[in-house]
């Protein structure tokens, strides 16, 4: 009678280590992203305080903020209203996610790609000449152009917070760097 018990719990054990093997082989690796969408919380109420100051980059000089949700062209995208703290202007812009495409309108031009956190690294961006992944992990996305004297462009991503940094090489140069986040 042992050996039968034995035999069961044998069988058991086995069939307990197949299944486990069969799920772990079927994970994806710890460094793939789950949801490469996660880089971009978009709920009501969100808020983003940014400074775009390249001498000063501990004020804040603008906010954007989710203030709500409206269907434009049978889409639902996410109204972010952006306010210069310096000069009292207000943009409004439209956000929407498709699977993992970020896609951004504003009131006076079409639908258009921001982001696509489901590209690799190195894997060039559809939507822009020059632009590809440099870095993706868990944590960071990050899309860049080369940088050269009148050229280059640059926009980071942290899961859960949105885009922390973001730069531009040309006529202007320019660097938005997130100071806080109020994420929901």
């Given at each position: 009678?042992?050996k ?9 054990s ?7 093997l069969s799920?772990?082989m ?12 996660g880089y971009?919380p ?5 808020k ?14 603008f906010?954007?903020?989710i ?27 439209y ?35 020059d632009?590809k992944?440099?870095?993706k ?13 009148d ?13 922390i940094?973001s730069?531009?090489?040309?006529l ?13």
């Amino acid at each position: 009678m042992c050996k039968t018990v034995s035999l069961k719990m044998l069988k058991s054990s086995a069939l307990l280590i197949l299944f486990s093997l069969s799920f772990i082989m079927g994970c994806k690796s710890p460094n793939e992203p789950v949801n490469p969408a996660g880089y971009i919380p978009l709920a009501v109420g969100n808020k983003w305080y940014y400074n775009d100051d390249s001498h000063d980059t501990t004020s804040i000089n603008f906010v954007q903020e989710i203030t709500g949700q409206k269907v434009i062209d049978n889409k639902n995208y996410y109204e972010v209203i952006s306010t210069d703290l310096t000069s009292g202007d207000k943009g409004t812009f439209y956000y929407r996610l498709n699977k993992d495409t970020l896609f951004v309108r504003d009131t006076t031009n079409g639908e258009r790609v921001f982001a696509d956190f489901s590209l690799k690294v190195n894997e060039p961006a559809y939507w822009a000449q020059d632009l590809k992944v440099t870095l993706k992990s868990d944590q960071f996305m990050i899309f860049a152009t080369p940088w050269g004297m009148d050229y280059g462009f640059s926009m980071t991503f942290k899961r859960g917070i949105g885009m922390i940094n973001s730069a531009a090489n040309g006529l202007v140069y320019y660097r938005t760097k997130l100071i806080k986040a109020e994420i929901k």
